[in-house]
């Protein structure tokens, strides 16, 4: 049985080449966007609207993507933000959303999904940082920050879900 893939900013310049290889390969496809609805056409998709800055939106994408496809079995966290400023002239209000769409919508989306995974036995989550993280790189401090979180984050769950025992 082919796999479900949610794509998690399907609609940017990644997510379009990523979603047309996994349309191409026979997946079923959960596509979500923001602002841009996505274009492909596939058999298997179905498209979803959602800010992940927001939790309440990501739960409800999650529960209607179980919903409608009875399972997700592979989610790519694509969706970023990045917007060059050099450090002392960053605003806390790009800083914020940098930060809220980058770091806090790729951590709801791992924490409502997570929990479906587990009791189904499988799941692959994926994950977007940047080299600048490792790096740094001039105008880029909110960039990456986020994107060195999303690191920290990913090793962390990485542990926590290889043990079958924890609550
Ligand atoms: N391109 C590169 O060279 C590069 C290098 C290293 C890492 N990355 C990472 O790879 C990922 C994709 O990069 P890209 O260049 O393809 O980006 P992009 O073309 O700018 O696409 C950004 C995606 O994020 C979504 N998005 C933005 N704000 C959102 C929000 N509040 N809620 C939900 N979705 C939101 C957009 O949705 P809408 O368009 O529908 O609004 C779009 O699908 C990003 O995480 C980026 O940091 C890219």
Do not use: C
């Not at 997510?15 to 496809?29: D, H, P």
């Not at 806090?104 to 994950?127: C, D, Q, S, T």
């Amino acid at each position: 049985m082919s796999k479900t893939i949610l794509i998690v900013g399907s609609s940017g310049g990644l997510g379009q080449v990523i979603s047309n290889w996994f349309a191409s390969r026979n997946f079923k496809l959960a596509l979500h966007y923001h602002q841009h609805e996505p274009t492909i056409k596939s058999d298997n998709l179905k498209k979803y609207k959602a800010d992940i800055t927001k939790e309440s939106e990501v739960k409800k994408m999650i529960d209607q993507v179980i919903a409608d496809f009875g399972k997700i079995d592979i989610v790519i966290n694509n969706a970023g933000v990045s917007k060059s400023e050099i450090s002392w002239k960053t605003s806390s209000e790009n800083w914020d959303h940098t930060l809220a769409v980058n770091l806090n919508g790729p951590f709801y989306v791992a924490k409502y999904v997570l929990p479906h995974m587990r009791e189904n036995g499988f799941g692959r989550i994926i994950f977007m940082s940047s080299i600048v993280a490792q790096t740094g790189f001039i105008g880029t401090s909110a960039y990456a920050a986020s994107k060195a979180g999303i690191i920290g984050l990913t090793k962390t769950l990485a542990k926590e879900v290889a043990s079958k025992t924890l609550q």
